[in-house]
């Protein structure tokens, strides 16, 4: 049965980077059947996506987001990680992995905080 | 870019009774005769609950009162028999590689 489980720290600086990665179980990253991506809701916000990874190589990145957002893959531990640097506190927000072919299955969610 | 809009925001519904929403893409999510396009249900303090994909399949697990249609730019989604549990924020999803959502409609009960 297909899992995913985001980790990583909880609370993050002003400027520096957030990294976050997905564990996955059930399924290879490097099947060519789906996009592995991640998502992220601010509180008491909408659903924004982050971007999407590829055959752990293509990506695709939310415009807003492009400059500072990097997602890689590692076959060798099933996992997909993500990458957002020069955070402020508009950066806090749960931050969901998940797994898209024809239907989709995310992750539980962590909430990352931006704070000094 | 493409944009995804729902309407309406919010709706309050009787239980017992049917409710609809209604999501817009600004360009056709039809594609190889198929329609990328998933419904999401997020239960208060829950991730979101994939309930339909490619514009009109239930997932699995997922009650009948649930239904989604449409092609091409315009999708809706149909709940039947609306009950208590039913509350939350729906939201339309475009994918599969370039994931864009709705501004979600918060659903409560009257």
């Known amino acids: 049965q297909l899992h995913l489980q985001e980790s990583g720290p909880g609370l993050v600086q002003p400027s520096e980077t957030l990294s976050l990665t997905c564990t996955v179980s059930?399924?290879?990253?490097?099947?060519?059947?789906?996009?592995w991506g991640w998502i992220r809701q601010a509180p008491g916000k909408g659903l924004e996506w982050i971007g999407t990874i590829y055959q752990t190589g293509t990506t695709s990145y939310n415009p807003s987001l492009e400059s500072r957002v990097t997602i890689s893959s590692d076959t060798s531990k099933n996992q997909f990680s993500l990458r957002l640097t020069s955070v402020s506190a508009a950066d806090t927000a749960i931050y969901y992995c998940a797994r898209k072919g024809y239907t989709a299955t995310w992750g539980q969610g962590i909430l990352v905080t931006v704070t000094s | 870019e493409t944009v995804m809009t729902q309407s309406p925001l919010s709706l309050s519904v009787t239980p017992g009774e049917t409710a609809s929403i209604s999501c817009r893409s600004s360009q056709t999510l039809l594609h190889r005769g198929n329609n990328y396009l998933d419904w999401y249900l997020q239960r208060p303090g829950q991730s979101p609950q994939l309930l339909i994909y490619l514009g009109s399949n239930r997932a699995s697990g997922v009650p009948d009162r649930f239904s989604g249609s449409g092609s091409g730019r315009d999708f809706t989604l149909t709940i039947s028999r609306v009950e208590a549990e039913d509350v939350g924020v729906y939201y339309c999803?475009?994918?599969?590689?370039?994931?864009?959502f709705g501004q979600g409609t918060k659903v409560e009960i009257k």
């Open positions: 999803m475009q994918g599969p590689q370039i994931w864009t």
């Open positions: 059930g399924e290879s990253v490097s099947s060519t059947a789906y996009y």
